[in-house]
């Protein structure tokens, strides 16, 4: 019996405004690829729905129609397609696209336009992808496939149970997952009516959010069972300053909300990672001091392999903490430490940065914009990584760095402080240590950690203790996959 035999039947519609690789803009985009096909294997039937961009039209080969739209409400007439994802494991999940020109057929971002701009038409882009979503999963589906529970992503999802609250028929549990409760999808109250929502909905419980409508306040209303990206994020986003106004209704359905950390995808494995100079593993570190020595050729950086060099690869925003990183990075540059930034953002942030690399030739390098060959290499050639961020509901990157033997430097916060165990002479001894945590969200703190880290990195028996405890690690999506099935079955359980 193989192992997705070995389970009960559900069905599953994955509604996503984005998925790796044909489009993504963040960890939402890789996860609406690893954990549809980690869930496979755990006999969970999974379909994806998501708009037909350019780019997931373009990507896709043998599409077929399956169901047609007619015109409603402010939503123009659309086409279902069904297809498959055509890389790796992830080919075996089939996906169903939203073909609406009118809507999706746009040079720019799946949110934004050329100009960085939000489209003006974002309700009735991500409103359609919600109506749509709402009814492939009730029994007004023209489909014969019909879904046990329907897995909504952030507010671009969120009207689905909504739309399934106010159907009269049979319908699928829904679960809204939040990836990041700062994105809400706030629109103008008149976008109740344009979404064909009715006029009642637009109240304290309903969609309505301080004077307009929330998309994310909507989901997070209706749906019958909640998850965020990590149990920390779970239990902060309950109060403020990280429940942004929602607090309120979130603290009311505690009881609902479950906390599971995001796994992340076997590209990320220095033993086979193609982007690399030399692959490396636990057993043999040895391909990880070729890979900082080319990283540093590759930026500019004075060739040393006994200088700590701290990476990060990121958006340079205020909510990632680069703020707080410029006021100590001449500190770290004295310690003395290398310093190495791949990321877009801000324009400030971007210019501080550039100006302070230019200050300090060949001991800090900036690249702005994102190279997916150099963010491995940094992973890879970094000694630590940095993420000093205000939040984070889950994070990716200090995980990637563990599986890379470059302990994370983290702000306790979100994900962070669920994936990385500080290091401490007791957690070094008992082997759990993994990277370095500072918990109050200043230049001191953040700079003591700093000085602890390359304390550490300087005793050779220390740090590669810590590297391989990091290494070690399983964070793949199977554990994630599990405990997204079990939740699967409580609502089907609920609902029956």
Same mark, same amino acid.
């Given at each position: 019996m193989t192992p997705a035999q070995s389970y009960p039947h559900l069905d599953v519609l994955f509604i996503t405004p984005e998925i790796h690789p044909l489009n993504k803009t963040g960890g939402l985009g890789?996860?609406?690829?690893?954990?549809p096909t980690a869930l496979s294997e755990f006999g969970v039937n999974v379909r994806i729905l998501i708009p037909g961009y350019p780019q997931i039209l373009n990507g896709l080969k043998n599409k077929q129609k399956v169901a047609e739209f007619a015109a409603q409400s402010s939503f123009p007439a659309a086409t279902l397609l069904s297809a498959r994802l055509p890389f790796g494991a992830s080919g075996n999940v089939?996906?169903?696209?939203?073909?609406?020109?009118?809507?999706?057929?746009?040079?720019?971002? =799946?949110?934004?336009?050329? %100009?960085?701009?939000?489209? =003006?038409?974002?309700?009735? %882009?991500?409103?359609?992808?919600?109506?749509?979503?709402?009814?492939?999963?009730?029994?007004?589906?023209?489909?014969?496939?019909?879904?046990?529970?329907?897995?909504?992503?952030?507010?671009?999802?969120?009207?689905?149970?909504?739309?399934?609250?106010?159907?009269?028929?049979?319908?699928a549990?829904?679960?809204?997952?939040?990836?990041?409760?700062?994105?809400?999808?706030?629109?103008?109250?008149?976008?109740?009516?344009?979404?064909?929502?009715?006029?009642?909905?637009?109240?304290?419980?309903?969609?309505?959010?301080? $004077?307009?409508?929330?998309?994310?306040?909507?989901?997070?209303?209706?749906?019958d069972h909640i998850v965020t990206v990590s149990p920390t994020y779970a239990r902060e986003i309950q109060v403020p300053p990280l429940g942004f106004g929602m607090e309120g209704l979130l603290s009311l359905r505690r009881e609902r909300i479950t906390g599971i950390v995001n796994g992340i995808s076997d590209e990320w494995d220095p033993i086979n990672d193609p982007h690399l100079e030399q692959n490396y593993s636990m057993d043999d570190l040895s391909g990880k001091v070729i890979n900082k020595t080319v990283l540093q050729q590759q930026l500019g950086l004075t060739v040393d392999p006994?200088?700590?060099?701290?990476?990060a690869v990121?958006?340079?925003?205020?909510?990632?903490?680069?703020?707080?990183?410029?006021?100590?990075?001449?500190?770290?540059?004295?310690? =003395?430490?290398?310093?190495?930034?791949?990321?877009? $953002?801000?324009?400030?942030?971007?210019?501080?940065?550039? %100006?302070?690399?230019?200050?300090?030739?060949?001991?800090?390098?900036?690249r702005i914009g994102f190279d997916e060959k150099l963010a491995h290499l940094i992973e890879a050639g970094a000694d630590s990584f940095l993420m000093p961020s205000r939040f984070e509901p889950c994070g990716l990157n200090q995980m990637y760095s563990q599986c890379y033997g470059t302990p994370p430097l983290v702000h306790g916060t979100g994900g962070l402080l669920d994936t990385v165990v500080d290091y401490t002479p007791e957690s070094l001894a008992d082997g759990t240590a993994t990277g370095f945590v500072f918990h109050e969200l200043t230049p001191e703190a953040f700079l003591g950690a700093l000085e602890r880290a390359v304390a550490a990195y300087r005793d050779k028996s220390v740090w590669r203790r810590l590297m391989r405890n990091g290494m070690a690690q399983d964070f793949s999506w199977r554990a994630s996959a599990a405990d997204y099935r079990k939740i699967y079955l409580s609502l089907l359980h609920r609902k029956r």
């Open positions: 890789e996860v609406s690829a690893a954990l089939p996906l169903f696209i939203i073909d609406c020109p009118e809507l999706y057929w746009r040079d720019g971002g =799946p949110y934004t336009d050329p %100009r960085g701009h939000n489209w =003006p038409d974002n309700a009735i %882009r991500f409103g359609l992808l919600s109506k749509i979503g709402a009814i492939l999963a009730c029994d007004a589906s023209p489909l014969d496939w019909h879904p046990d529970i329907v897995h909504c992503n952030d507010w671009q999802s969120g009207l689905v149970p909504a739309y399934l609250h106010f159907h009269k028929g049979a319908k549990a829904s679960l809204m997952v939040i990836h990041n409760l700062a994105f809400q999808g706030v629109f103008s109250p008149e976008t109740v009516s344009q979404l064909g929502l009715p006029q009642s909905s637009f109240h304290v419980q309903g969609v309505e959010y301080y $004077g307009g409508m929330s998309f994310l306040k909507a989901g997070l209303y209706y749906c006994d200088v700590p060099l701290f990476g990121s958006r340079l925003t205020y909510q990632k903490g680069y703020d707080l990183l410029l006021r100590i990075v001449t500190q770290l540059i004295d310690i =003395p430490g290398q310093l190495v930034i791949l990321g877009s $953002g801000e324009a400030t942030l971007e210019q501080e940065l550039m %100006r302070m690399a230019r200050n300090h030739p060949g001991k800090m390098a900036v």
